[in-house]
Every structure is written in C-alpha cells, then in structure tokens.
C-alpha cells in the first residue's frame, strides 16, 4: 500500500482506516521507516502563514528497487509504462540531489499551496535555499509554479532536474540539469 502512495503528500487517517489500527501507530510505523532509512519524510516548509500551504509531509521510499518490487515492476518496459514511473524518477532525483549537495533530511522540504504552486524540493542551510523541480522529461521548461516557487521562496537557484541528457540554462538563477549531471554540475553546500 506504501508504495502506491510514494512521493504523494501523507495522509495518515487514510491509511489509518484501511489498516485498522489508530493513527499514533501509523504515526509511529513511518518514524520507524524513516529511522532505518528505508523511507525519506520531506517535511513541508511553511512560507507565507497567510497562504493555504500544504502542511503534511510527502513521503518517498528511499529505495528505487524495492518501490519497483512493491509495485510488481519487473522490466523497464513495464517501468516505462508504469503510472507511478514520474513518482519512482523523482524519489530517484531527490535521494541524488540531497545526497550530492550533502543535505540531511531536516534540511530537506516539500512546498505547496493548496490548489495552486509547488516544490519537490527546497533544501535550506542557512541563509542559502535551493529549490529542485522534478520532471521526468527531456526538455523541460519553466512552469508558472515555478515562477511561483522562485518568487514566494526567495531562492537562490532553482534546478530542474531531468531525465534529458544535457544541462543547460532555462532563465537567470534557473537552469534545467540533467540527472546525469547532477554529481558533476551541482556543488554541494557548506
């Protein structure tokens, strides 16, 4: 059941009610997963407290294989043709991205608004937020949510991490990098 739910925002009470048991010991199972590294909780960032934002964590196995055993993915065709391939590519992208940039996970968030703009990732040390959209395409481009995210975030970058094989600038401060890329053009923090 996790693992169609990987990379969606957590709703304990859901889960609560299909496994039977009290929300605490839901509560208690996704700690235990976090502690052994087997799941990622990105916590959400709150920006504006005016603003609907999301206020739940999006939760990701850390594990791409076991989510794809979970699934009952056997081949790359069937991964490709999958509709939790997008999910499995940004888990993927993020465990990169914050394990290059040497982020722990408290330093590692979501962001949303509901109904309206989002982040797969903002990592924050310090002064210094990184923002990280992830797209399972080749030739991405700039979103209005992006836009958004740059501006309500006050970023010092904005990296749109895909599965294209080059990098290469898509605005000032905001450039579309390559998975490929990401241990070679991404610098980690200080």
């Known amino acids: 059941m996790r693992a169609h739910d990987h990379g969606q925002t ?17 509560g208690r199972y996704l700690d235990l997963l976090c502690r052994t590294f087997l799941a990622l909780r990105l916590r959400p960032w709150h920006a504006n407290p005016r603003k609907r934002e999301v206020r739940s964590p999006k939760v990701y196995l850390r594990d791409t294989g076991i989510l794809h055993a979970m699934l009952g993915v056997q081949t790359e065709v069937e ?5 939790k391939v997008g ?13 290059r940039l040497g982020a722990r ?6 962001w949303g608004v509901h109904g309206g703009a989002t982040l797969d990732l ?4 310090g002064n210094v937020r990184r923002g990280f959209e992830i797209k399972l395409s080749s030739a ?4 209005g949510s992006m836009r958004s995210a740059m501006e309500v975030l006050e970023l010092d970058a904005l990296d749109v991490v895909h599965a294209g094989a080059t990098t290469f600038p898509l605005a000032p401060d905001v450039r579309a990098l390559s998975i490929d890329d990401v ?7 200080r």
Request: with cysteine.
């Open 10 to 26: 957590w709703n304990g009470a859901e889960l609560t009610r299909s496994l039977g048991v009290i929300e605490a010991t839901i």
């Open 79 to 83: 991964l490709f043709g999958h509709p």
């Open 87 to 99: 999910a499995s590519f940004e888990g993927f992208a993020i465990h990169q991205v914050a394990a």
């Open 105 to 110: 996970p408290d330093a590692c968030h979501a």
């Open 122 to 125: 903002l990592v924050v040390r």
């Open 140 to 143: 991405p481009s700039i979103t």
């Open 183 to 189: 241990w070679r053009q991404l610098a980690p923090l």
